[in-house]
């Protein structure tokens, strides 16, 4: 069956203008977005309600106003706060949105240090903050053009982009401890790829940290640090993820979605079910599947 990418590698916008915007509602649209990376540069800005976003392990509540700050390759998360419903956008621009032609000497001061560990910033500005202030008509001009950005408002798009630039390298800082982190976060990726292709297998935490090169306490310990949760309750949420996924878009019984992923025992896979999304799995599959996908 088809898993979840870790390592998101989607384009986001085109080729020549590689910038977008996502509207997202949790739960309405999505249940969640589970812990995953991607070469973009991302601001998740709230606009009703409360959700839960993660970053390095850092858990925000996110609510109307308020700005997370994701650059590239940060490990994250998005889900939602207690049983509130959470509406918010995504603006994701990729690096190469900055580059020139040749050696550009801008790309080097002002983008490469956030790719390669020696510059950061803070993830988290409420909405009364003055990175939030600075940057908030910017967000909002994104927002307001977001649907005709890649047709009659180009010019504005990108002037908004490197304005945003501008104003995180305004607010960031040498970090010597951001390169430790990306160090660390290296070693956890291979143990996301190893529950990402050995899920609906028998996963270990010893087996996991060989993946690592570590010992199992040091990547429990480090695990935590960097997810804000650990290495047991990522496997099964991940698990989780799927199954509510087959659910929605697969006729295949439940017991069978439970055993491709990963899941041994149906009644503690039905009891995690519910824990998680508030009803059972044949109780989510009637009211998140299409009627078509049902018909005769």
Request: glycine share 6%; proline share 4%.
């Amino acid at each position: 069956m088809e898993s979840m990418p870790v390592h998101e590698t989607k384009t986001h916008g085109t080729a020549a203008l590689p910038y977008t915007v996502y509207h997202s509602i949790i739960p309405e649209l999505i249940p969640s977005f589970p812990l995953h990376w991607h070469d973009d540069f991302e601001l998740i800005y709230g606009i009703r309600g409360q959700v839960l976003v993660t970053v390095w392990g850092q858990a925000y509540r996110l609510c109307a106003g308020d700005l997370v700050v994701v650059l590239p390759r940060g490990v994250h998360s998005i889900d939602q706060s207690g049983g509130e419903t959470g509406e918010y956008y995504n603006i994701m621009f990729h690096p190469s949105l900055f580059k020139g032609a040749g050696d550009d000497p801008c790309y080097t001061k002002y983008v490469l240090p956030f790719l390669n560990g020696k510059k950061s910033m803070e993830c988290f500005h409420p909405a009364d903050s003055s990175f939030n202030r600075a940057v908030a008509p910017c967000l909002l001009s994104i927002l307001e053009h977001r649907r005709d950005g890649y047709s009659t408002h180009e010019l504005l798009m990108k002037s908004q982009l490197f304005l945003l630039l501008h104003c995180m390298n305004q607010y960031a800082a040498s970090s010597s401890d951001h390169r430790l982190l990306h160090l660390s976060c290296s070693q956890l990726k291979n143990a996301l790829y190893y529950v990402q292709h050995f899920y609906d297998q028998k996963v270990t935490v010893q087996k996991a940290a060989l993946q690592c090169g570590l010992s199992e306490s040091h990547f429990m310990k480090l695990f935590r640090e960097l997810t804000g949760t650990s290495f047991n309750a990522y496997l099964i949420n991940y698990r989780l993820e799927l199954a509510a996924r087959q659910l929605s878009d697969t006729r295949l019984k439940v017991i069978d979605i439970a055993e491709n992923c990963g899941f041994r025992n149906h009644s503690y896979f039905t009891r995690a079910f519910r824990e998680k999304y508030g009803r059972t799995p044949s109780e989510y599959r009637k009211l998140s599947s299409p009627r078509e996908l049902f018909s005769t």
